[in-house]
């Protein structure tokens, strides 16, 4: 039979040069998958159908806030938890039931994220978040780790290193919200190990160390379990949330406001509650007069959790320099209590408003539609909360 080579020698290099093209274009897919690996989610671009729909997902309609205040869908993010905001306007979210860390961007600023990034997994209970000098920083039960550079590279987060893990390792109010206060020290909580007991001096504190691990000390005591402080813009004083003791009735004691003006104030527990209730246990021979009362009595079990005092401009004056708590909602109570957002007003450095600002997660009918843990100032003005029962982060803001 006769053969014409170079007709076959032509259909050769075509059938390689193909082959070789699909093999390229196999691997180019291939390596872009592999650098986006680390991307949870890709969200929608923010088309009022899109909005629309999340809102309806997540129930915002039976949200219920002041006149002019508005509510979406930010980011879903599962279980979001602590939140710290970079300079850059970089949303990281943490997680307690969870074991990874997110980070949330929103690149053309419209109000919805456009991914959601996942920058570590396989860590123990990861709380805690902060933001410094260009590191993120995350809590785990037992260690504090630390992301440098890590906005350079979201989809290849870097390896972390290990700032401290000399932390207990009791999971019992274990799971952390870190912050740097304005003193540039990271200030780390370690809850009671236990619903009322006493215990090592480093449990139910405050503790404070430098940016590196060193100096670690202990800033506060009595403090049964904070998961949120933050310093007042003005004075520079620390503001915390306390979650009081359990079983000891459905309307005491109440989740505390603390002021710790300098190191070394004791709150209380677990000898004292609220600042006017001794212990029946550990409270004998105790005065109520030796240890610091809260500047105001939150609700009875509501676990109070993230505060941030308003430091934006898009809301209006009067909330300038206020404060926000997150309530994540009673666990025990026979009629359940919190799951909303609470707005605190003072004046000449008191509280003398508490009233809700954002609420309808608890429906009347005793159904429960999410829990605020956090709440965070946008680089807009916006007020972003976390939901760690619905898994989203939501964007709170005011139109004139």
Known sequence: MFYNYNLLTMQRKVFVNSAVSVLIAFMAIQTQFSCNSNKLASA??????????????????????????????????PNA?????????????????????????DKDKNGV??????????LNSPNGVAFKDGSLYVAEINRILRFDNIESSLQNPPQYSVVTDKLPKDKHHGWKFIAFGPDGK????????????ESDSIYASILRMNKDGSG???????????VGFAWHP?????WFTENGRDNLGEDVPGD??????????HFGFPYCHQGDILDPEFGKAKSPDNYTKPVLKLGPHTAALGMRFYTGDMF????????????????????????????????????VQYIPFAHGWLQDDGKVLGRPVDVEVAQDGALFVSDDKAGAVYRIVFEK
């Open 44 to 77: 929608p671009q923010a088309s009022s159908s899109t909005k629309e729909s999340l809102n309806k997902k997540y129930n915002l309609d039976k949200i219920k806030l002041p006149p002019g205040f508005k509510i979406s869908v930010f980011a879903e993010v």
């Open 81 to 105: 938890r602590s939140m710290t905001l970079s300079p850059k306007g970089t949303l990281f979210v943490g997680n307690r039931s969870g074991d990874k860390v997110f980070a949330v961007v």
């Open 113 to 122: 994220a456009e991914n959601v990034y996942t920058i570590a997994s396989g």
């Open 186 to 197: 990271l200030y780390v909580p370690v809850g009671a190990p236990c619903n009322v007991c």
């Open 216 to 226: 670690m000390e202990i800033y506060a005591k009595g403090v049964r379990n904070t």
């Open 234 to 238: 003005q004075t520079k004083q620390l």
């Open 256 to 265: 505390e406001l603390n002021i710790a003006l300098q190191r070394g104030m």
């Open 316 to 351: 209006l004056p009067e909330y300038k320099n206020q404060i926000f708590i997150a309530e994540h909602g009673s666990w025990n109570r026979t009629t359940p209590i919190g799951y909303r957002v609470m707005y605190v007003r003072t004046e000449n450095g008191k509280p």
